[in-house]
């Protein structure tokens, strides 16, 4: 097993790639902790992996708010005293050409999508470096490293987590914590099926595999940059997206 009795944190795990990541870590053998705001939903995806022979825990706050991420790794310390993976997943999307971008939106987006990244990795770095070990994996996206109409705000947040991760990871690397980024292209989630059908088939036709990438496609890849397998791989950029790119 790749992750057997690593502790990981995942947040906005109650569905799309962050659920399949929650699944795929627990067969691999982590403990894991399951974020999202709704109580309700992140208990039943607990009671599932449970249920599933795999061991999970709750890990409830708005990752954006930095006094409900405190109560959580708060509540997080009363059950684990170690913690070994990070994957700060959450994210949210929300287009706008510039003219029509509000200040409010870009707050949210940032909050979620950026200063999240911020707020976890601080708690999660404290508790790793007890053990002179852990990883950390931060959800990026090809917007963030090429843009693209209309996304001038969800870019600059993902653009951004680039230079957390690889500022993260020089100032960690001496404690053994290893930062990498994950930048997926089109992936087949509740996210990508937000956007108009016209604009869901350009996005298809200009991957050079010719289809949508899968959450699980995602999740192996953060298994990977997780696991000791990837014991010397710090500050990257792992592209995962059929080719978009090439
Ligand atoms: P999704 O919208 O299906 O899932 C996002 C999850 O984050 C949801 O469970 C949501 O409740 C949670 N979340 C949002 N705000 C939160 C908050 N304040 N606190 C805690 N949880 C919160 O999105 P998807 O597609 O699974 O995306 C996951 C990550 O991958 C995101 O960071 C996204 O930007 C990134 N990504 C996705 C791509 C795609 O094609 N689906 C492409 C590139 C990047």
Same mark, same amino acid.
Request: hydrophobic share 45%; glycine share 10%; net charge neutral.
């Given at each position: ?33 399951v974020?999202?705001?709704?109580? &309700? ?7 599932? /992996? *449970?249920?599933? #022979?795999?061991?999970? %825990? +709750?890990?409830?706050?708005? $990752? ?13 310390? &009363? ?7 990070? /994957? *700060?997943?959450? #994210?949210?999307l929300? %287009? +706008?050409?510039?003219?029509? $971008?509000?200040?409010?939106?870009i ?8 200063? &999240? ?9 404290r ?22 109409c ?36 089109f ?21 050079a595999?010719?289809?949508i990438?899968?959450?699980?496609e ?20 792992i ?8």
């Amino acid at each position: 097993m790749l992750l057997k009795d690593k502790v990981c944190i995942i947040t906005g795990a109650t569905r799309g790639i962050g659920l399949a990541m929650t699944r795929f870590f627990a067969e691999q053998g982590a403990w894991v902790f399951v974020n999202g705001r709704d109580e &309700s939903q992140v208990q039943a995806v607990v009671t599932q /992996i *449970n249920s599933d #022979g795999g061991k999970a %825990d +709750a890990f409830v706050c708005d $990752v954006a708010d930095p006094e409900s991420v405190k109560n959580a790794f708060k509540l997080f310390l &009363s059950k684990s005293k170690k913690l070994d993976v990070l /994957i *700060n997943n959450a #994210g949210i999307l929300d %287009d +706008a050409l510039i003219g029509m $971008v509000s200040p409010a939106q870009i707050e949210r987006t940032f909050g979620v999508n950026t200063y &999240s990244v911020i707020y976890m990795s601080q708690y999660a770095s404290r508790i790793m470096s007890r053990n002179k070990s852990g990883s950390i994996v931060n959800m990026t996206s090809i917007i963030g490293t090429n843009g693209n109409c209309g996304q001038a705000v969800y870019g600059g947040s993902k653009a951004a987590v680039i230079g957390i991760t690889k500022s993260l990871a020089k100032e960690l690397a001496s404690t053994n914590i290893r930062v990498n980024a994950i930048a997926p292209g089109f992936i087949d989630t509740d996210m990508a099926r937000s956007i108009p059908d016209s604009v869901f088939e350009t996005r298809v036709s200009s991957i050079a595999m010719k289809r949508i990438g899968q959450p699980g496609e995602i999740a192996s890849v953060a298994a990977f940059l997780s696991s000791d397998l990837a014991a010397y791989v710090t500050g990257q950029v792992i592209g995962v997206d059929g080719g978009m790119l090439i």
